[in-house]
């Protein structure tokens, strides 16, 4: 038990552990893609993986043990603008990064 007397609750995981995670999950989707991505844009990807998974942080810990959740939000809220920024079809990138994810 933790010190408050409870003993399942749900920890948030820290920035610095989501932003990680978010650059691994894109790293693994563009080796899958078969597709060059350069710097700058796979940054610019991140930080915008970052910012959405910040702002919906509540269900997606929520929602942790359940990734083909997690991977249909991905496709519906990130998938549009990394597709736009890294110049590549949505459907590709959503199949790349289910297969990358485990979804």
């Not at 920035?15 to 597709?35: D, F, G, I, P, W």
């Not at 844009?41 to 359940?66: D, G, R």
Request: charged share 30%; net charge positive; aromatic share 10%.
């Amino acid at each position: 038990m933790n010190s408050n007397g409870q003993k399942h609750q749900q920890q948030l995981p820290t920035a610095r552990k989501v932003r990680r995670a978010c650059q691994n999950e894109l790293y693994r989707t563009a080796k899958r893609l078969n597709h060059w991505v350069p710097r700058n844009k796979m940054e610019a990807a991140a930080e915008l993986y970052f910012k959405k998974v910040l702002a919906n942080m509540a269900w997606i810990v929520e929602q942790q043990n359940n990734r083909k959740k997690q991977a249909d939000w991905w496709e519906e809220h990130v998938a549009p603008e990394i597709a736009e920024l890294w110049d590549i079809e949505p459907a590709r990138l959503c199949k790349a990064f289910r297969d990358a994810y485990g979804a």
